[in-house]
Structure formats: structure tokens, C-alpha cells
């Protein structure tokens, strides 16, 4: 485990874009964030599928990550591309992203020493957003409402870049639900169940740091 004062100065390197890391079973440099912390901004873009109540819709989502801790998320979801449903035909969604273990674990030092089992148990987070939904015949945004989920990601390398295949769950509630406190019909709440195909990216976008450059 780390000290305070060790905790304290890798941030400080974190902040300045440079790596730390660690001596392996045989004295090589090991990266123990996975490449997590090379850079400073986490790009993701993936498309899936999303299991509903009235039917599958196609999900397309994007996500900018900030150290792989917290960043914002948005996916898009279309009935069509299974023949249609008798639920939402389309589906935009918005919100915020937080994913609280990674920087603990990691400044603390409890790796398991296994990149991909760190890197899923690192992925588990929430997320809070806002919905548009066009009913079947209606307008798109015409249903307005709020989300509440949860997923895990799985690598399929031993390293942050690369392909990731995401599980994700949420609940819906209509603007109407939330406002009164009750539920008045099936339309008012949702269930989804989303998989999805992703390519995970991380860059150098000197958020913190702007105009700085890693020590060479």
C-alpha cells in the first residue's frame, strides 16, 4: 500500500503526463495502470444492441472519460434496425459517468496483477442522465425522461486501447413519473439491457495541464 505523500506525488506525475511504474516478477517496468494514465482524456465509441421491454433497438454510444474516472456519455438507440417495436422507435440519451475505483485501487497499490480482470473491475460504474424518446406515430423528443444504470466493460487485450465489450443496465422513468411520483402506465418506466462492441482510446489532452509537455 501507499503512503499519503506517495499517493500525493503520483497525481502530481498523473497531472504532468508521466507514467509511474512498477518492477515485474522478473525486474521489468511494469505499467500497472494499463496504459490508463499515458494520457490524460479516455475516447470510446461502440455500437450494440439494446434489449427492452417492447422490443430490441440498435445503440450506438460515445464516451469522454477524464483518467478513466469520470466523463460524459451519450447513445443513440433505433427500433429500426430490427424491424421496428412497439415501443420507442428512437431513443437519445445523455448524461454524466462515474467510475470511483480505478484511482483508488490504483493509488493504493491493489493490483491483482492481472491486467484484464483490474481493467473489468476498474470498468464498474454508474451513470445519470436525461432521455428523449420518439413514441411509435410521434414526434422525436415528444417523451422527455430520466436514467439510472450501471455496466461493467471487459477487455479483450491486456491493455486500455484497444477492443472492449461493454454490459450495461438502466432504468427509465418518464418526466411525468418523476414529477407526480407515480407510475400511470407501462410507458412511464423502462428497463434496457445493453451489449456492446467498443474501441477504447486513450489520448493526451492536457486538460489539467494545458501547454505542458511530459519531461522527455
Given at each position: 500500500?501507499?503512503?499519503?505523500?506517495?499517493?500525493?506525488?503520483?497525481?502530481?506525475?498523473?497531472?504532468?503526463?508521466?507514467?509511474?511504474?512498477?518492477?515485474?516478477?522478473?525486474?521489468?517496468?511494469?505499467?500497472?495502470?494499463?496504459?490508463?494514465?499515458?494520457?490524460?482524456?479516455?475516447?470510446v465509441?461502440?455500437?450494440?444492441?439494446?434489449?427492452?421491454?417492447?422490443?430490441?433497438?440498435?445503440?450506438?454510444?460515445?464516451?469522454?472519460?477524464?483518467?478513466?474516472?469520470?466523463?460524459?456519455?451519450?447513445?443513440?438507440?433505433?427500433?429500426?434496425?430490427?424491424?421496428?417495436?412497439?415501443?420507442?422507435?428512437?431513443?437519445?440519451?445523455?448524461?454524466v459517468?462515474?467510475?470511483?475505483?480505478?484511482?483508488y485501487?490504483?493509488?493504493?497499490?491493489?493490483?491483482?496483477?492481472?491486467?484484464?480482470?483490474?481493467?473489468?473491475?476498474?470498468?464498474?460504474?454508474?451513470?445519470?442522465?436525461?432521455?428523449?424518446?420518439?413514441p411509435?406515430?410521434?414526434?422525436?423528443?415528444?417523451?422527455?425522461?430520466?436514467?439510472?444504470?450501471?455496466?461493467?466493460?471487459?477487455?479483450?487485450?491486456?491493455?486500455?486501447?484497444?477492443?472492449?465489450?461493454?454490459?450495461?443496465?438502466?432504468?427509465?422513468?418518464?418526466?411525468?413519473?418523476?414529477?407526480?411520483?407515480?407510475?400511470?402506465?407501462?410507458?412511464?418506466?423502462?428497463?434496457?439491457?445493453?451489449?456492446?462492441?467498443?474501441?477504447?482510446?486513450?489520448?493526451?489532452?492536457?486538460?489539467?495541464?494545458f501547454?505542458?509537455?511530459?519531461?522527455?
Amino acid at each position: 500500500m501507499r503512503s499519503a505523500s506517495e499517493r500525493a506525488g503520483l497525481l502530481v506525475l498523473v497531472a504532468a503526463g508521466v507514467v509511474p511504474r512498477s518492477a515485474g516478477a522478473e525486474g521489468e517496468l511494469v505499467d500497472t495502470s494499463y496504459g490508463r494514465v499515458a494520457g490524460d482524456v479516455g475516447l470510446v465509441a461502440g455500437v450494440g444492441a439494446v434489449v427492452a421491454e417492447h422490443g430490441p433497438r440498435g445503440r450506438v454510444e460515445l464516451h469522454l472519460r477524464y483518467l478513466d474516472t469520470v466523463g460524459l456519455v451519450a447513445s443513440y438507440e433505433d427500433a429500426e434496425v430490427f424491424g421496428g417495436s412497439v415501443g420507442p422507435e428512437r431513443v437519445l440519451a445523455g448524461g454524466v459517468e462515474l467510475r470511483p475505483l480505478f484511482l483508488y485501487r490504483w493509488l493504493q497499490g491493489h493490483e491483482t496483477g492481472r491486467p484484464r480482470l483490474d481493467l473489468a473491475i476498474d470498468s464498474i460504474g454508474i451513470d445519470l442522465g436525461a432521455v428523449a424518446e420518439q413514441p411509435s406515430g410521434a414526434g422525436f423528443a415528444s417523451r422527455a425522461g430520466f436514467e439510472l444504470g450501471a455496466g461493467v466493460e471487459l477487455p479483450l487485450l491486456q491493455s486500455a486501447n484497444g477492443p472492449w465489450v461493454g454490459l450495461y443496465g438502466a432504468v427509465r422513468w418518464s418526466e411525468g413519473a418523476m414529477g407526480a411520483g407515480v407510475l400511470d402506465g407501462p410507458n412511464d418506466r423502462e428497463v434496457i439491457l445493453a451489449i456492446t462492441l467498443a474501441w477504447h482510446q486513450v489520448v493526451s489532452g492536457h486538460v489539467v495541464d494545458f501547454g505542458d509537455r511530459a519531461p522527455r
